[in-house]
């Protein structure tokens, strides 16, 4: 897998990212919390941006601002939102892929902050929230999201409330899928390749669809 360096301009700051160009499909994704040590390398974000770099996307991984070399300082999500919309701008004029044609992954807090990003933009393809902290953060807004929608989570994960991870499916509207990886907790470790395999198989179904 062959990636470049990137640098992401966001209001006045630059990003550090890796792009892998593919062809017709594209995907960006987003890390966990920066104050818990979240970053581009993280065994998640590896692991959907490998999977999706397999199936021939054009993929982009970044730091948020304040996070490794990119510019800036970490904040509470609200600015961060702003880094998810460059980084969308950034994937879509770097692969040449339109709205419609792009996917956005997000784990964890990487999640709610890239679906927040999504609810002020055009729609895209589809959005997958891996672990999204249901049981701490609000994810109603979700609600009103459109495109395909996949969450992948872990059976034993002491973040996403399943009662509140049900009430998130029960307002989303179709289509959708939820993911629950036995013996797996938030942090998906030593389950990188079910993780991958799972996001393989529900993405790979969304690019026939669309070529369909």
């Known amino acids: 897998m062959e990636e ?3 640098w992401i301009p966001s209001r006045g700051l630059l990003l550090e990212g890796r792009f892998c160009r593919g062809r017709g499909l594209a995907a960006l994704v987003c890390h966990p919390h920066p104050g818990y040590g979240g970053d581009m390398e993280n065994n998640v974000v590896m692991a959907a941006y490998g999977a999706l770099a397999k199936l021939g996307w054009s993929v982009l991984r ?3 601002r304040g ?3 990119s510019q800036g300082t970490c904040g509470d999500g609200e600015m961060e939102t702003l880094d998810v919309r460059a980084a969308v701008r950034f994937l879509g004029a770097r692969a040449g892929c339109a709205l419609s044609k792009t996917v956005l992954v997000g784990y964890s807090f990487g999640a709610w902050v890239g679906l927040r990003a999504l609810s002020e933009m055009e729609p895209m393809l589809g959005w997958v929230a891996i672990a999204p902290p249901a049981g701490i953060w609000d994810f109603s807004f979700a609600a009103a999201l459109a495109g395909r929608k996949l969450l992948l989570v872990g059976e034993e994960d002491p973040f996403c409330d399943p009662s509140k991870l049900e009430e998130l499916m029960r307002i989303l509207e179709e289509p959708k899928e939820v993911v629950a990886l036995p013996g797996v907790d938030h942090f998906f470790r030593g389950a990188e390749r079910r993780l991958a395999g799972e996001l393989e198989r529900a ?10």
Do not use: A, Y
């Open 62 to 64: 970044f730091n948020f």
């Open 67 to 69: 996070v490794g070399q």
């Open 4 to 6: 470049e360096r990137v």
């Open 203 to 212: 993405i790979s179904s969304w690019s026939c669809d669309l070529k369909d």
